[in-house]
């Protein structure tokens, strides 16, 4: 090999997991094949996706690049831009399908919450780390504010989906920052306790969508249409599937948002139980790295990115699945590195960048 | 010291961290087995059932309405066809204001005060969920139009639908009938013959006439395509297709130009006529005048146009040949002279002495004959040739009711014909029992006089006179009167003839059939009742006339038709066939308050004949002169 291509090589793949890299490229292919038959063979959105994960990979790697401590130093301007933004959304978002989500900043749309996505348990974790000497009951509280006030914020928007995933993240910050078993135990209690409380504050459409869940035959126009399709598209696929490009239920539309929240019910009719269980082996094989990754971070920030990015892709890929196997209820959560979307598949990648800068920093960090 | 306790605290620290790891892997593991299983779940043990559903989901069956049989003449001349036509339709339960709707589509295609006429009876006769035509027969420019704003009227489609067509229109009506929209009570017939899956997609069926009781054949069987559809019910593609059948293609009795030569010869006269072919009972005309356009029902009628024709009072929706009962006056007489002589009460030179009034014994009432003063001496053959009223009262009086009955009910009168077409009625031949069944009262032996000449209870339908004729004709051999000739199978091309028609022959000696027909042979010569039937022609007709009168003359009063309304002058009858020695026609004729039977149906019947027997036209249009024959 000429020495200017190894050099290029080495510096391009110096930081790069390759074993995460190689589960990942596998999954974002099979979600290339599945996109291009939820598409209806439409190679003009695959190619956009083409272009989102190309973009994203360039995001990951130049995360991969950037050693912890310097990640750390984004954490607080990141947050505080993130719920500046937040609040300029509350105040004067843009309107799309009932819900305020985008701020329009003139030149571009943005969405703060994804911003938020990486900014909470960044901040956590920067937060923990830098109070790593002496943890004590007054940092969980004010690690408790941190996290409530952009989720809170979010849930108002309203994006349930979005909420429960930040909050997710932030709380296994939390949970590996080493937050006693007294209070989890405690705050599981106090979580039921006030699941009435939770449930006045809900949007009547956030409210219909629970009661779908349990019953979903009660309303099979409305708001029980979504799982019932998605349940009979899963359902028929059966233990084989029907075959790439060979299922009905989404080229016939009969479910709904098929190349984006509900992609995994066209995987799974198209690719049956068997298809179903290599995903979650691939999912399985991401999140083992992940978590092995973490158990060897060298210092309290990384252990807690680690952990909660991977804990939080995991949320990901389990919300988003039992969504649409019936047993959770439909929330606008994507699944991992399948889903249509420039979005989620930058934060997903840019996650798996810190996840790799974690793993090929550490010896610089001992040294 | 405090180094070692950092140092303790940093691996227990880290111990604990792993715990949380080990316990999250824990917790991974747990819920992804708790997806494996739920996919387990839907994907094995509930797959059957969801394949089902997404079956059910994706899959419609569209009908293929056939086309419904064509409908032919004896000689292969088309009488009802189908041709293929863009609507305008509307559904009405998908539009909120139907008035407007309409008026903004008259913006780009025309639509005519009748069309919405016709639209409103369709909308009252039918479910708001069916799509109704509001115009039929769109030009390719209207339907372009209207196709570029289409996305202005939803709820409103344009289809292209086979209609009916009844080229000879009023000619074939009476038995042809028509097809219409299929309305509540079709649908529950439907239903109760278990064709409901047949007629999926059909929306006319026959309601009269042929049309109706050839329902069955002409229909076809429904094809239907298996098609792939989107959650939005649209058609993606075809999986699979099974073709429809078209309706048996039906031939006809019915000689078209002979009917069309008997519809022309009545001329604005009213009434009815049925000719058939005594050898076998095929029907070669049938005509009911006036009659109505029956292509009017097709594309449905509108209320103005349908309250015209059942209110007329010329009643054109009335089928004079089937629907209406006639007493069948003197035609009825070769019938009374048969039983006579049958039943030995008379022979056939057995005279009696007219003098213009018969009386029963011990009763003051005179049953004139029709000639004051009377015919003098009359026997079996001047009865019929000059039509004597008083031998027919006296041999009525000498057989009795109830022999009359059972004798001429031989030719088919007092029940119905069996023709196959509906709509049929089964006049009156009465009898002691009858009339306690149906009066509630005894049988007086003045009941039976004026049953001698075609009066009184008595009571025939046009077909049952040609019926009775075509016994007569055939020296006594009845076939059942019939229309279809055969039915053709458009599928496999397969011809089938209608079973031979033949009901009975009846026992009566040839001896006796001959007298008749001698008889009936010299009404048509000079010195008849309807010389002008035989006036010259090359064969022998044998004929009878018959007068039926409207209203009653009072005794001792005289029936003098000009001094009568026109509506309320004596039904015209005869009864003829020919050649007489070999019978191939045989026909009967009413004409309402048409007078003499020889007058104004003879100049028919012989029209008649003449084409059918000589294949001669008739002159231009026949001089209904009143020349001065023999009143009957």
Known sequence: MHPLIRRLHRTLSHHIDSFLLICTMILISLGLAVLFSASDENLVKVGSQVVNITVACVVMWAIANVPPHQLMRFALPLYVAGLVLLIGVALFGEISNGARRWLNLGITRIQPSELMKIAVPLMLAWYFDRHESALGLKNYAIAAVILLVPVLLIARQPDLGTAILIASSGFFVLFFAGLSWKILGGLFVSGLASLPILWSVLHDYQRKRLLTLLDPSQDPLGAGYHTIQSMIAVGSGGPFGKGWLHGTQAHLDFLPEHTTDFIFAVFSEEFGLIGNLFLIFLYSLVIARGLSIAARAPTLFSRLMAGSITMTFFTYCFVNMGMVSGILPVVGVPLPLISYGGTSMVTMLLGFGILMSIHTHKKLVKT | ?632
């Open chain 2, 1 to 632: 010291m405090k180094e070692k306790v950092e140092i303790r605290d940093h691996q227990r620290e880290m111990r604990a961290y792993r715990l949380r790891l080990s316990l999250s892997a824990g917790f991974i593991l747990v819920f992804f087995l708790l997806l494996v299983s739920r996919f387990f779940y839907l994907q094995v043990v509930q797959h059957e059932h969801f394949k089902t559903l997404a079956e059910n989901n994706r899959i419609s069956i569209v009908p293929i309405t056939p086309n419904r049989g064509l409908i032919l003449d004896r000689n292969g001349t088309v009488l009802a066809r189908n041709f293929s036509a863009y609507t305008l339709e509307i559904t009405p339960s998908k539009i909120k204001n139907l008035n407007k709707t309409i008026d903004e589509l008259s913006k780009y295609i025309e639509i005519s005060p009748s069309d919405k006429r016709r639209f409103r009876r369709l909308l009252d006769d039918s479910h708001s969920f069916e799509s109704l035509p509001i115009r039929t027969r769109l030009k390719d420019e209207e339907v372009a139009r209207f196709a570029v704003n289409n996305f202005r009227f939803p709820g409103v489609e344009i289809h292209a639908r086979l209609f009916r067509q009844y080229p000879d229109g009023e000619l074939t009506s009476p038995f042809l009938g028509y097809i219409g929209r299929i309305n509540d009570d079709d649908l529950d017939k439907i239903d109760a013959a278990g064709d409901t899956a047949n007629y999926k997609g059909t929306d006319y069926i026959g309601k009269m006439g042929i049309e109706q009781s050839f329902e069955k054949q002409l229909h076809g069987t429904t094809g239907f395509d298996e098609v792939e559809v989107d959650s939005g019910g649209r058609e993606v593609r075809t999986l699979s297709r099974t073709p429809p059948i078209s309706g048996d293609i039906l031939t006809l009795t019915i000689d078209s130009k002979l009917q069309e030569i008997a519809e022309k010869a009545f001329g604005d006269f009213r009434g009815a006529l049925v000719a058939i072919d005594p050898n076998n009972g095929e029907i070669l005309a049938l005509v009911s005048k006036p009659g109505f356009d029956p292509n009017l029902f097709v594309e449905g009628i509108d209320s103005q146009t349908w309250a015209a024709l059942n209110n007329s009072p010329d009643k054109p929706l009335l089928n004079r040949a089937l629907h209406a009962e006639y007493p069948p006056g003197s035609t009825f007489k070769p019938f009374m002279a048969l039983a006579g002589l049958q039943l030995q009460a008379r022979s056939p030179t057995d005279t009696i002495s007219d003098p213009g009034y018969f009386e029963l014994p011990g009763q003051s009432h005179h049953y004139r004959d029709w000639k004051p003063g009377g015919h003098g001496m009359v026997d079996l053959h001047k009865s019929i040739v000059v039509s004597c009223d008083t031998y027919y009262y006296g041999l009525a009086n000498l057989l009795g009711i109830d022999k009359i009955h059972d004798f001429i009910s031989q030719f088919g009168f007092g029940k119905k014909t069996g023709i196959d077409i509906g709509g049929e009625l089964s006049g009156v031949l009465p009898s002691a029992e009858w009339k306690m069944k149906r009066y509630k009262q005894k049988w007086y032996a003045g009941d039976t006089v004026p049953v001698g000449i075609g009066q009184g209870y008595d009571l025939a339908t046009p077909l049952q006179l040609a019926f009775a004729t075509s016994i007569l004709a055939s020296d006594g051999t009845a076939y059942k009167p019939h229309l279809v000739e055969s039915i053709r199978n458009s599928k496999t091309g397969k011809m089938e003839k209608t079973a031979s028609a033949f009901l009975y022959k009846l026992d009566i000696d040839p001896n006796y059939l001959a007298d008749v027909r001698s008889a009936m042979i010299d009404v048509t010569k000079p010195g008849g009742t309807a010389p002008r039937v035989g006036e010259g022609a090359p064969y022998e007709v044998a004929a009878k006339t018959g007068t039926a009168q409207v209203i009653g003359i009072k005794q001792g009063e005289k029936y003098v038709a000009s001094n009568i309304q026109e509506r309320y002058r004596d039904h015209a009858l005869l009864i003829a066939y020919a050649p007489a020695d070999h019978p191939r026609i045989a026909l009967a004729i009413l004409v309402e308050n048409g007078g003499h039977g020889g007058t104004t149906a003879g100049p028919i019947a012989r029209q008649l004949m003449d084409y059918y027997l000589l294949g001669k036209l008739p002159q231009d249009k026949v001089n209904q002169e009143k020349i001065d024959a023999p009143a009957d």
